[in-house]
């Protein structure tokens, strides 16, 4: 049946077969003013929808929930030199990404995005065409987020963005390549053994990479414990280090690769995952002490 919806003098009648309401009227005026997306701008880039989906989705999932760190509960947007970049970061974790992305040739910009933002901007992006493309532009007013049927805008956080390029080690001492699902389900079995569950902040995984071998083993006082040896191809000498499952975890489930390469430079520093197929990809953990 069809929906009838007329304006009165203080209210809206809706009406549809036997139904009829009427629902009071606010004050147009006391409307927040919906900015207006600038005509033209030099601070416009333009990228494939699926692709800045796929981007957030390997990133975004390191932001942080604690509120009193408000500069971390974004996503970091770097545009420069024909690369679009996109950072996440809880000061434990950090996960990044670029593309190759039109844009002006001296273009420079940087925005630090809500996350909220963020998982509203996802279901605009899953609702695209495969090759449709977003035009984003940054101005004093804030991003706008421009696609064939929708214009998004949303303001910015103000603050400053940690140099997430100084926290990458750089010296690395040992590589473990391995199957991506074998260490996936491995740490969530290991982590099955605390009771507190996987999330628990007090939950820690141990790796121990060597000749080959990455054993992953965990132990719950008073519960019980785990153990698993797994076949990778491992490269500069052993290592004992812990983790937070959970933020293992998170990396490998948002990555579609076969295969990834852990680097560690010892048990004190992050270790660092790398993507096979996305090159561009770096994400890291802050060990646990054990």
């Given at each position: 049946?069809?929906?009838?919806?007329?304006?009165?003098?203080?209210?809206?009648?809706?009406?549809?077969?036997?139904?009829?309401?009427?629902v009071?009227?606010?004050?147009?005026?006391?409307?927040?003013?919906?900015?207006?997306?600038?005509a033209?701008?030099?601070?416009?880039?333009?990228?494939?929808?699926?692709?800045?989906?796929?981007?957030?989705?390997?990133?975004?999932?390191?932001?942080?929930?604690?509120?009193v760190?408000?500069?971390?509960?974004s996503?970091?947007?770097?545009?420069?030199?024909?690369?679009?970049?996109?950072?996440?970061?809880?000061?434990?974790?950090?996960?990044?990404?670029?593309?190759?992305a039109?844009m002006?040739?001296?273009?420079?910009?940087?925005a630090?995005?809500?996350?909220?933002?963020?998982?509203?901007?996802?279901?605009?992006?899953?609702?695209?065409?495969?090759?449709?493309?977003?035009?984003?532009?940054?101005?004093?007013?804030?991003?706008?987020?421009?696609t064939?049927?929708?214009?998004?805008?949303?303001?910015?956080?103000?603050?400053?963005?940690?140099?997430?390029?100084?926290?990458i080690?750089?010296?690395?001492?040992?590589?473990?390549?391995?199957?991506?699902?074998?260490?996936?389900?491995?740490?969530?079995?290991?982590?099955?053994?605390?009771?507190s569950?996987?999330?628990?902040?007090?939950?820690s995984v141990?790796?121990?990479?060597?000749?080959?071998?990455?054993?992953i083993?965990?132990?719950?006082?008073?519960?019980?414990?785990?153990?698993?040896?797994?076949?990778?191809?491992?490269?500069?000498?052993?290592?004992?280090?812990?983790?937070?499952?959970?933020?293992?975890?998170?990396?490998?489930?948002?990555?579609?690769?076969?295969?990834?390469?852990?680097?560690?430079?010892?048990s004190?520093?992050?270790?660092v995952?790398?993507?096979?197929?996305d090159?561009?990809?770096?994400a890291?953990?802050?060990?646990?002490?054990?």
């Amino acid at each position: 049946k069809d929906i009838i919806i007329e304006e009165g003098k203080d209210s809206i009648n809706i009406k549809c077969g036997n139904f009829k309401a009427d629902v009071a009227k606010g004050n147009l005026q006391d409307y927040p003013q919906i900015p207006e997306a600038p005509a033209s701008s030099e601070k416009a880039v333009t990228i494939s929808a699926f692709h800045l989906s796929e981007m957030l989705a390997k990133t975004m999932f390191s932001a942080s929930r604690d509120e009193v760190r408000y500069v971390l509960c974004s996503v970091y947007f770097e545009i420069a030199k024909g690369a679009f970049t996109v950072v996440a970061t809880d000061g434990k974790r950090l996960a990044t990404t670029w593309k190759k992305a039109e844009m002006s040739k001296d273009m420079k910009v940087s925005a630090i995005v809500p996350v909220k933002t963020v998982n509203i901007l996802q279901k605009v992006l899953s609702n695209c065409s495969e090759k449709e493309e977003v035009k984003i532009i940054v101005d004093d007013s804030g991003i706008f987020f421009i696609t064939e049927n929708i214009t998004m805008s949303s303001r910015l956080i103000d603050g400053t963005y940690p140099d997430y390029k100084n926290v990458i080690p750089k010296n690395v001492k040992i590589k473990a390549e391995a199957d991506k699902e074998e260490i996936l389900n491995a740490t969530v079995r290991a982590a099955s053994i605390y009771h507190s569950g996987i999330s628990s902040q007090n939950s820690s995984v141990k790796y121990q990479v060597s000749k080959n071998k990455l054993n992953i083993s965990a132990a719950s006082q008073g519960f019980g414990e785990s153990e698993e040896d797994i076949d990778v191809d491992s490269t500069g000498g052993s290592i004992n280090i812990a983790f937070n499952p959970g933020f293992i975890i998170d990396i490998f489930k948002h990555l579609s690769d076969k295969k990834v390469v852990m680097e560690f430079s010892d048990s004190l520093n992050a270790v660092v995952v790398k993507s096979k197929e996305d090159p561009n990809y770096v994400a890291l953990v802050m060990p646990m002490r054990s």
